[in-house]
């Protein structure tokens, strides 16, 4: 039985920023000082958002490229200025980005990465990742066949939501709407420009059917105009909506030195003890068995009443039978019903025994 870093590539970003809500995370993980975190990195940003609560965070990655990008962005972080900082991530404009990442202090292995992908520092990391460039294309050319700008600013505006739920009714659920977001978040669309083909391994039914529902709430129960998942799908930049490490980038500043960053598995890297467990949505492209035996090992690593927090994307996965584990479903299903980054099925939480 393969495993999914023999399946998937891992040598390309394939996440520039995180997709997953970090207010979520972070109110389910109840991150504070003298408390441990196991994390997937991807991109940072949600290792960042534990760190500014004062916990000390090891964020673990199969590939080298992503924690490279995690490395970057602390250094930035550490170095730059809140206005420069910006500039240089990407999320507002400057010309002179390869002159900032030179001034920058990084270990030699992940400035010989950077060296030779001056093109993503130049056009603002936050732009680098597969994931991102799906989104670009989307942008580019699907979304003006369907709404225009106007169309597409009134989507972020502020308004109650009466008014979302209408405004998505008589102008943005066109048939034009429908039709393209089936055909570009289906499966094939998102397995060859999106998320790699592994990562679908698992999924039965409608790719798209699912993702529209979750769309739909997003644009129509929760605020639009302070989602900055939307916000950077529409516009191609998070604006002033910031995710959750740049809105906390003083407390974030000073824990920097608290992030260790391991190259291997999550089980890998569960060396010690810890009181958290922030594992993306792993489980979704994981077969079944090996989901129970990497339980197991986070289980050995786990203080008493450690949390785990994940999301399920397409596949419903939560612990394997038998593992010594309490569901908070309820506290979970709370949390989830506030979720900004509207792709996902499902959040799982739940309390080592």
């Known amino acids: 039985m393969t495993r999914i870093e ?27 000082p003298g408390k441990r975190m196991l994390a997937i990195a991807a991109s940072g940003d949600n290792a960042f958002a534990l760190l500014a609560e004062g916990a000390d965070v090891v964020a673990v990655d199969l590939s080298a490229t992503q924690l490279a990008l995690v490395e970057l962005k602390r250094a930035a972080i550490r170095t730059l200025d809140d206005n420069t900082l910006f500039g240089f991530l990407g999320i507002a404009e400057m010309r002179d980005r390869v002159n900032v990442y030179r001034s920058l202090e990084l270990p030699n292995d992940f400035r010989a990465y950077w060296d030779a992908n001056l093109d993503a520092i130049e056009h603002g990391v936050i732009h680098a990742g597969r994931f991102e460039n799906y989104f670009r294309l989307f942008r580019k050319w ?15 505006g502020d308004r109650s939501r009466e008014e979302r739920q209408g405004f998505y009714d008589e102008r943005w659920n066109t048939w034009r709407w429908r039709a393209m977001f089936r055909v570009f978040f289906s499966r094939f669309v998102m397995g060859r420009t999106g998320r790699d083909p592994e990562f679908f391994r698992y999924v039965e039914g409608s790719v798209a059917e699912r993702i529209m529902k979750r769309a739909e709430y997003a644009m129509t129960v929760l605020p639009v105009h302070t989602n900055p998942y939307m916000t950077f799908i529409f516009t191609g930049n998070y604006r002033a909506t910031l995710p959750r490490y740049l809105r906390k980038l003083e407390a974030l500043r000073n824990n920097l030195d608290k992030l260790t960053l391991v190259r291997g598995s999550i089980e890998d890297a569960a060396q ?3 009181d958290g467990y922030y594992l993306s949505d792993i489980f979704e492209y994981i077969d079944p068995t090996i989901t129970a035996a990497i339980y197991g090992k986070l289980l050995d690593a786990a203080n008493p009443g450690a949390r785990f927090a994940y999301w399920n994307l397409l596949v419903p996965r939560s612990a394997p039978p038998g593992t010594p584990v309490r569901e908070l479903r309820e506290e979970a299903d709370a949390l989830f019903a506030k979720d900004l980054a509207f792709f996902y099925s499902r959040f799982v939480l739940e309390e080592a025994l």
């Open 272 to 274: 010690g003890k810890f």
């Open 6 to 32: 023999e399946r998937a590539r891992f040598d390309i970003i394939r996440y520039a920023n995180s997709w997953e809500d970090a207010d979520v995370l972070c109110a389910a993980l109840r991150p504070a």
């Open 142 to 156: 699907v979304l003006p066949f369907v709404h225009s700008r106007r169309d597409v600013e009134a989507l972020l």
